[in-house]
Structure formats: C-alpha cells, structure tokens
Antibody, heavy 120, light 106 residues
C-alpha cells in the first residue's frame, strides 16, 4: 500500500535552515505530483508547495515563496523540502502527500508528518 | 484568496445519528472541493473529491454534495470512530485553501 514517511524535522533557531525528506513506497513515485503541507500546533491545514512528477514544474504558497524549495529524486523515490530563513511562525507538523488528478487534483495519501520547531 | 467557512464549529451527536457539515466558499469553486477527516494524532485522510465522489475505501455512509459556493458532507449512521475534525479544501488552483474545520464528537 501507499506509504509516505517524513523525516528531518527538529528544533532550529530563527533564521536557520532545515531539509525535510519524504520517502515513498507502494506506488509508482515517478508518475505522481507531490505536495508539502503543514499544520501549526492546534491549527488548521496549509498547503505549501507542489512538484510535478518530473520535478520541472513547481509552485509555492506566498507564505514560503523565496524561502522554501521543493525537489525530488525519482530514482530514490524521495521528495525534499529545503527550508531556509525559518521563522517562529513556521513551527508546525510538516506533511508530504501524493496528488491525484480527477476533475480537480487533491492530496489522496499523506505521511504522518515531521515536526519542525523554530525557537531560540 | 478564496475563503472557506465551515459550520458548525463543533457537532455533538449520538451513535447512529446523521451528521451534516457545511462548507461555504467566498466565491465559486465549481465542484473542485474535497473533504478530509483528521482523527486525533493522525494525518488527514481524503474522504470526498470533486464535491461528491468517495475516495478509495471510504464507506457509503459518507456522502458529499453541492457546487459553486455551498457544499455539504453528510455522515449517516455515525460511529464512535467518526469522532474527528473534518476539513473542506478547494482546489481552483494549486494554492488551494482549507476551511477551519468542524469537530465531530460521537
């Protein structure tokens, strides 16, 4: 079955950097667009970024544009999120998710998340 | 930015009852709307896509309806395991926004 496992979260000081990894299995990773989303403690969901199946097309939410970078390695079946210039408001549980296209496109499988805490 | 407003904020019902959750968009999203369920300590799970289609493995007691700006998720025959927060999401573009969630207590 589809499995997505995030890693790389942790405690980082404001202005610091962190790289998240999402390891995929159970499906043909190179056929799917992938997304990163996050959920601040006790709050709702926020979509952050997507990458096309080839990695050539990417898009970011305004809140992270210029600071975060999404990438993927289809041979390694891995998705990445490079996070720079981190702020306290970036503290959240970060999820990777697979995107499936119907009439619209939605995140149909999610990992369990990795926690990022930005604090001095 | 399209804002999704969910109501009610909290819904407390007994097992076997029917839950009706609402999601209203600030402008038309056509049928590009999904519903997710998030149980405590778990990742969200896709329930409904394109407003009315059940995702793989979702039982028939979950149904979605609506188009344009007004959408409804109905859960028939509530079970204790349905206790969760339910989110709607619009996808008229990649920066799809989520509603603030409805907490269902069974």
């Amino acid at each position: 079955q589809v499995q997505l496992v995030e890693s790389g979260g942790g405690l980082v000081t404001p202005g610091g950097s962190l790289r998240l990894t999402c390891a995929a299995s159970g499906f043909s990773f190179s056929d799917y667009y992938m997304s990163w989303l996050r959920q601040a403690p006790g709050k709702g969901l926020e979509w952050l970024s997507y990458t096309s199946n080839s990695g050539y097309s990417v898009h970011y939410a305004d809140s992270v544009k210029g600071r975060f970078s999404i990438s993927r390695d289809n041979a390694m079946k891995s998705l990445y999120l490079q996070m720079d210039s981190l702020r306290a408001e970036d503290t959240a549980l970060y999820y990777c998710a697979r995107v499936t296209f119907w009439s619209g496109y939605y995140e149909d499988s999610w990992g369990q998340g990795t926690l990022v805490t930005v604090s001095s | 930015e399209i804002v999704l407003t969910q109501s009610p904020v909290t819904l407390s019902l007994a097992p076997g009852e029917r839950a009706t959750l609402s999601c209203r968009a600030s402008q038309s999203v056509s049928n590009f709307l999904a519903w997710y369920r998030q149980k405590p300590g778990q990742a969200p799970r896709l329930l409904i896509y394109d407003a009315s289609n059940r995702a793989t493995g979702i039982p028939a007691r979950f149904s979605g309806s609506g188009s344009g700006t007004d959408f409804t998720l109905t859960i028939s025959g509530l079970e204790p395991e349905d206790s969760a927060v339910y989110y709607c999401q619009q996808r008229t573009n990649w920066a799809g926004t989520f509603g603030q969630g409805t907490k269902v207590e069974v």
